[in-house]
């Protein structure tokens, strides 16, 4: 097949979470199942200068929002066979310091910066000479591309793609005052309640929802959340209405980048026969972190966005009362300033148990991932998740709230006593989030125990070959573009 994937990140090239973590992987793993893909994704500053091997194509557009028109310039890089890269440089909306906000600040023109990245999208599936059978696209920033495909189709483009949208995060749905429907150049009968409008406004998010021919979450469970009250966030009726295109694909990890054995951040290669080098990881990450070097004493660890999605309030709730006890805690993340200066806090009360990073490291993640004996990841919901399955892999114990892609990929001991590999808890409450840690600190002294555990997750597999394989027949799933319902029918759903 031949896929276009679309994201307004993609690793290595720009990444704020999982979201680049997953279309890279994704891309790659495409091609080497033997798909032709494509993945296109924003100039944003700082690429071509970490990539010289980008290539300017002989390509300028002007595309509408609105009444004006923008100019848009191809780039592109072959990353791997059968998989290149496409990169949209538009400057005054790409070329800034961060991606989606500068100082916790959302830029006040994401609307107008993601509208545009996603007519270009459009723009390349119908007149790039590679033709693309689907494209697909991921949250919001690409929400409105199965829509503008749509009104291609009505004016004209035969053979136009089957879309697909991928919801890595329901929380996030870019909604924005009905004025900025006229951007879209889409014509009046997009904008109704069963297709773009929410309440009045522009919910990008829904348009995909009511507009691509296959919708997909990654994690089974999350799939099943998202059409409740309680995690649709007001969208659960308009996704039980479209629940005949919807289903949950657990992301895969790409262990060419998260792995143990050979991995330039580690202080020592280990693997699940050969753990001792994880004890060197532990010594290393408390002598870096300033913590005291001690082996006994278990290391608790979590990398995350500090947004109240993690469930923050509750770990810091949790760790007050179980800081009382023999264990040592990092953190590395950044987000929300309250947050950040909670987890501050915590440190200076309690310099020779916990360390905080405040920011973005990947190296320091990777050691965290094997330094540590217990990961932490409460999050109040969670999509799929990606840490915990790295914490598997490095043989550190996660520890998790049983929600969405945490509760597909974590074995807890009352599930399995064979297979457990993590610790779940059900209650969003500090005191259940401090039960857990108190049966990990119970788990720590028993070595066998501890073995056991570690053992169990390095040996699972949550590799590509299975999500790719989900992702074709997904993809397949939908009916060939001739025989397609047309739009009148679509907008009356
Ligand atoms: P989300 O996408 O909701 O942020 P995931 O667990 O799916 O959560 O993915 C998070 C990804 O971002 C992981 O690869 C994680 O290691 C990385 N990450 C998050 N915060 C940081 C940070 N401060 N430094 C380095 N990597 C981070």
Same mark, same amino acid.
């Given at each position: 097949m031949k896929i276009l994937l679309a994201s307004s990140e993609v690793y290595p090239f720009s990444k704020t979470g999982g979201l680049a973590d997953m279309v890279g992987a994704l891309g790659v793993a495409l091609a080497e199942a033997g798909h032709e893909a494509r993945i296109v994704t924003p100039l944003y500053r700082g690429i071509r200068e970490k990539f010289p091997a980008l290539r300017k194509v002989d390509w300028n557009f002007y595309l509408p929002l609105g009444d004006k028109f923008v100019a848009g310039q191809l780039w592109e890089l072959d990353? %791997? /066979?059968r998989l290149k890269i496409y990169f949209i440089e538009q400057p005054e909306f790409?070329? +800034?310091?961060g991606i989606y906000h500068e100082k916790n600040i959302s830029y006040p023109d994401n609307d107008t910066r993601y509208l545009f990245f996603s007519k270009c999208v459009v723009h390349l599936a119908r007149?790039?000479?590679?033709? /693309?059978d689907i494209v697909h696209g991921h949250d919001w920033q690409t929400g409105l591309v199965p829509a503008l495909i749509l009104q291609a189709k009505r004016e004209g483009w035969g053979d136009a793609p089957r879309t697909c949208l991928t919801i890595h *995060?329901?929380?996030?749905? !870019?909604v924005f005052p009905?004025?900025?429907?006229? @951007?879209? *150049? @889409? %014509? /009046?009968?997009?904008?109704t309640p069963s297709g773009a409008e929410f309440f009045g406004f522009l919910n990008c998010l829904k348009a995909g929802i009511a507009f691509a021919d296959i919708i997909t979450t990654v994690s089974p469970r999350y799939a099943r959340e998202i059409t409740t009250e309680e995690f649709g966030c007001g969208l659960d009726g308009f996704l039980r209405t479209h629940a005949g295109k919807l289903t949950g694909i657990l992301n895969g990890v790409d262990y060419a980048e998260w792995n143990t054995e050979k991995n330039r951040h580690l202080f020592k290669p280990y693997s699940v026969t050969q753990l001792a080098g994880k004890k060197i990881n532990k010594r290393e990450l408390q002598r870096q972190l300033a913590l005291p070097v001690n082996e006994k004493i278990p290391l608790f660890g979590t990398i995350s966005r500090l947004a109240e999605q993690k469930g923050v309030d509750i770990q810091l709730a949790a760790l007050e009362e179980m800081l009382q006890a023999d264990l040592q805690f990092c953190v590395l993340g950044s987000g929300s300033p309250e947050f950040e200066r909670g987890y501050r806090e915590l440190a200076r009360r309690n310099p020779d148990k916990v360390a905080v990073r405040i920011g973005y490291d990947e190296t320091l993640a990777h050691r965290i991932e094997a330094g540590c004996d217990f990961f932490l990841m409460p999050s +109040?919901?969670? /999509?799929? !998740? @990606?840490n915990q399955m790295y914490s598997l892999r490095y043989g550190t114990i996660p520890i998790v709230r049983a929600t969405g892609g945490l509760d597909d990929s974590v074995v807890d001991y009352a599930e399995s006593s064979k297979k457990m590999n993590g610790i779940k808890f059900y209650d969003y409450s500090a005191r259940a989030l401090a039960k857990a840690i108190r049966k990990a600190m119970a788990i720590y002294p028993n070595a066998e125990l501890l073995k056991k555990f570690r053992q169990n997750g390095m040996r699972v597999d949550f590799s590509w070959k299975t999500t790719v394989r989900d992702y074709v027949k997904a993809y397949n799933s939908t009916n060939p573009p001739s025989s397609k319902l047309n739009i009148t029918n679509i907008v009356r759903l």
């Open positions: 990353y %791997a /066979p790409f070329d +800034r310091a007149y790039l000479p590679w033709q /693309p *995060n329901l929380a996030y749905q !870019g009905k004025a900025v429907f006229a @951007l879209t *150049n @889409l %014509a /009046p009968d997009f904008f +109040r919901f969670e /999509p799929c !998740g @990606l």
